[in-house]
């Protein structure tokens, strides 16, 4: 039974829309279903009875459907659900779970949709493009008789390793990109930041007050010491200490 007969560049999309098409079907024939059964016996029965219905048409028979095209050279008839190899060159596998991998969707192994069918009608055998950009690489073929999957690519250590290399490489010449840009605007941050002026107090300690500027600090870090002691006398005498003994060191 075909869902379909579609042309080939609307049949992947009527496959993939084909769940939801079923869903409304079941669902309508479901409920016509019930109101029918609910005529001619227990409402209860007729439930269980239409819902088993719908289990088996929705999951055994919709859900097994396949969608049809015509081969547009030779008008052959080709159910989608035809056993395919896949076209990919780095596959190539068979894919024989074709009611829910045909050829219109995708390979089961590489994940990959193809571009393309080759009619497998033996007076024909053209190429069957299913998406409009033509591409003829990957192109599904049918599975014939005896037919093996290509076995899977070899793995190359060798560029494996080169590949591996070249990453760190290119990681290398980021850090080092990274840090010099990092020294060149440090270098221009500096530049740019404005010369900060000493205070007093801080000329004092590194020597550059003359004699006249150092007693003019004295006073005015003696009458800081005078508030911040005001009520602690010995506190205060200290911090006089303190002050004498920073002004003797700078003469």
């Known amino acids: 039974m075909i869902t379909i007969t579609s042309n080939q560049y609307t049949?992947?999309?009527?496959?993939?829309?084909r769940k939801s098409i079923n869903l409304v079907i079941v669902f309508v024939g479901f409920a016509a279903l019930v109101f029918f059964l609910q005529t001619l016996m227990y409402p209860l029965i007729a439930d269980v009875i239409a819902l088993g219905?719908?289990?088996?048409?929705?999951?055994?028979?919709l859900a097994k459907r396949a969608?049809?095209?015509t081969c547009p050279h030779c008008n052959g008839y080709i159910e989608t659900n035809t056993p395919w190899r896949c076209g990919n060159p780095n596959c190539q596998q068979n894919n024989e779970r074709v009611d829910d991998f045909p050829f219109v969707y995708h390979c089961e192994h590489c994940g990959v949709e193809p571009k393309a069918y080759q009619c497998h009608h033996n007076q024909c055998g053209k190429i069957i493009f299913l998406?409009?950009?033509k591409l003829t690489t990957l192109c599904a073929t049918l599975?014939?008789?005896g037919g093996k999957s290509a076995p899977p690519p070899r793995k190359n250590p060798a560029a494996?390793?080169?590949?591996?290399?070249?990453?760190?490489?290119?990681?290398?010449?980021?850090?080092?990109?990274?840090?010099?840009?990092?020294?060149?605007?440090k270098g221009i941050a500096e530049k740019l930041e404005p010369i900060k002026v000493k205070s007093k107090r801080e000329r004092m300690r590194t020597g550059l007050l003359n004699r006249t500027e150092i007693d003019d600090e004295v006073k005015r870090m003696k009458a800081d010491a005078d508030k911040e002691f005001a009520n602690d006398e010995p506190g205060r005498?200290?911090?006089?200490?303190d002050i004498e003994d920073l002004a003797r060191e700078e003469l």
């Open 11 to 17: 049949a992947r999309a009527w496959f993939k829309s």
């Open 131 to 133: 998406s409009k950009d």
């Open 160 to 185: 494996d390793k080169i590949v591996q290399e070249n990453e760190a490489i290119r990681e290398t010449e980021y850090k080092l990109r990274k840090a010099k840009l990092d020294l060149e605007l």
């Open 67 to 69: 969608i049809a095209i």
């Open 143 to 145: 599975i014939r008789s």
């Open 237 to 241: 005498l200290q911090r006089y200490k």
């Open 53 to 61: 219905i719908a289990y088996i048409v929705f999951f055994h028979i």
